[in-house]
């Protein structure tokens, strides 16, 4: 079984254009997270939420807005698409305390 | 603000050799330490922490790794490498008092045959 299993895999689109990746963890942890990973492999944290409530919120462009509908999901949402989202972006979730974060396997996101 | 630096790009080592690949970190509390490796195309795998107690603690595939809070260093070791241990790995410190997982930049770890 996938523990934090992310949708699509890839994505290519168009600049301008909104599209949305979903994210789902079977761990039962409270805590979940969304990071990009750009073309140097480095890794930046975008948004942590715990238990439905967003708790780190990185300086992002408005464009992005992530959603959790119950704490075993975190979806993100990009509007307006633009050349520099292209990247991989990872979701995360952890336990609780020092429990160390589970990562899906990415989505590489491609605008054109 | 917490932060965590990793000095070296590249790390070359020869099969069988020991490894090192180094980590400092910056932190206003007591710092949780993690170690992560990355194979391509896939998401970070957890290798081994550090939250308290003996400095030296041991982790997935062979590797450990050693606290030193007067250096504030968290060195990835291990003593005989293997050509699969060739990836990305990433050193991450969180602030006890936080929630952040702040990651440093990877240090790509190539092991020759």
């Known amino acids: 079984d996938t523990a934090v299993s992310q949708t699509p895999k890839y994505l290519v689109t168009q600049m301008g254009n909104d599209k949305s990746i979903k994210c789902e963890q079977n761990?039962?942890?409270?805590?979940m997270y969304w990071y990009k990973q750009d073309s140097k492999k480095f890794l930046k944290i975008m948004f942590s939420?715990?238990?439905?409530?967003?708790?780190i919120n990185e300086t992002v462009p408005n464009r992005f807005s992530p959603k959790s509908p119950d704490k075993a999901h975190l979806n993100l949402h990009i509007n307006s698409l633009e050349l520099g989202d292209s990247a991989v972006y990872f979701c995360?979730?952890?336990?609780?305390?020092?429990?160390?974060?589970?990562f899906g396997n990415g989505t590489r996101l491609t605008v054109t | 603000a917490q932060s965590v630096a990793q000095p070296e790009d590249q790390v070359n080592v020869a099969e069988g050799n020991p490894l090192t690949v180094k980590c400092t970190y910056s932190?206003?509390?007591?710092?949780?330490l993690f170690w992560y490796v990355q194979y391509p195309n896939r998401g970070l795998q957890f290798l081994l922490k550090?939250?308290?107690?003996?400095?030296l603690v041991k982790g997935s595939y062979g590797f450990e790794a050693e606290f030193n809070k007067s250096q504030t260093s968290f060195h990835l070791k291990k003593p005989s490498a293997l050509v699969s241990d060739s990836a990305l790995y990433f050193c991450?410190?969180?602030?006890?008092?936080?929630?952040?997982?702040?990651f440093g930049s990877g240090t790509r770890l190539s092991i020759r045959p």
């Open positions: 995360a979730s952890r336990g609780i305390d020092n429990s160390p974060l589970h």
């Open positions: 761990l039962g942890h409270d805590t």
């Open positions: 939420y715990n238990n439905k409530e967003l708790i």
């Open positions: 932190v206003s509390g007591n710092p949780y």
């Open positions: 550090y939250i308290t107690g003996d400095n």
């Open positions: 991450a410190v969180r602030d006890s008092s936080a929630s952040k997982i702040i």
